[in-house]
């Protein structure tokens, strides 16, 4: 025979147990929420110069080019007029330059409260988790630690970005032994809804 103490212990045990996967549950969808939490924006325009430096893997200027015009529309810049044009180019095209570069011309959304272009109309934004991808032909990127750090400290700073969290461990003159990897959160323009006509970059 069961005791009225173990009893209501029995009956309480499955409340408890209700209540903490709750509170699991609403915490996924905060930190979710959070991710992806509205942010009025302008787009801003950037122009800047990008040359690669490096010891253990070098590019040619086409391939470069190709490169940062991929990492440039995952941190959320605008397609529409974005320009990525090779620069200072001493090799013929396919072949590795030892200082390949580029010149950046593009709109990146900035937030409202921070951005000195007020002449833009302000668009909805929201802040999306973003894992910096290289898109290269070898099985994983260890051989472009180099450029992935150069990514985040020259090219980073023109966007508006927010827990920024890199993870290499270069090596000159050799592949990393793990993947570099580069996650941040990013402004990115809502798609229009209905007849809206904003541009989403």
Same mark, same amino acid.
């Given at each position: ?6 009893? #209501?212990?029995?009956?309480? @045990? ?13 915490? $996924?969808?905060?930190?979710?929420? @959070? /991710?992806?939490?509205?942010? /009025? @924006?302008?787009? =801003? ?6 040359? %690669?430096?490096?010891? =253990?893997?070098? %590019? ?24 990525? =044009? ?6 013929? %095209? ?10 950046? #011309? ?18 909805? @934004? ?10 290269? &032909? %070898? ?29 290499? &461990? ?7 032994? $793990?993947?570099? $990897? ?10 229009? =809804? ?8």
């Amino acid at each position: 025979m069961i005791s009225p103490v173990v009893s #209501r212990v029995l009956l309480l @045990a499955p409340i408890a147990i209700g209540c903490f996967v709750g509170a699991a549950v609403l915490a $996924t969808e905060t930190s979710s929420s @959070a /991710a992806g939490e509205g942010q /009025a @924006a302008v787009w =801003t325009p950037k122009e800047t110069t990008f040359v %690669y430096q490096g010891f =253990t893997t070098t %590019y040619s200027c086409d391939g470069l080019r190709d490169k940062v015009w991929d990492v440039l529309l995952d941190l959320g810049a605008q397609k529409k007029g974005l320009q990525v =044009t090779e620069l200072g180019c001493s090799t013929p %095209y396919g072949r590795p330059d030892p200082f390949p570069g580029v010149r950046i #011309r593009m709109n990146v959304l900035q937030p409202v409260s921070g951005s000195s272009n007020t002449k833009q109309t302000p668009v909805p @934004a929201h802040w999306k988790p973003v894992n910096v991808q290289l898109r290269n &032909d %070898y099985s994983n990127d260890s051989g472009e630690c180099e450029l992935i750090e150069q990514i985040r400290s020259k090219l980073l700073p023109l966007f508006a970005t927010r827990n920024v969290d890199l993870q290499e &461990d270069c090596v000159p003159h050799q592949a990393s032994a $793990t993947r570099p $990897t580069l996650k941040l959160e990013v402004l990115i323009a809502d798609k229009p =809804t209905g007849n809206a006509s904003q541009p989403t970059g």
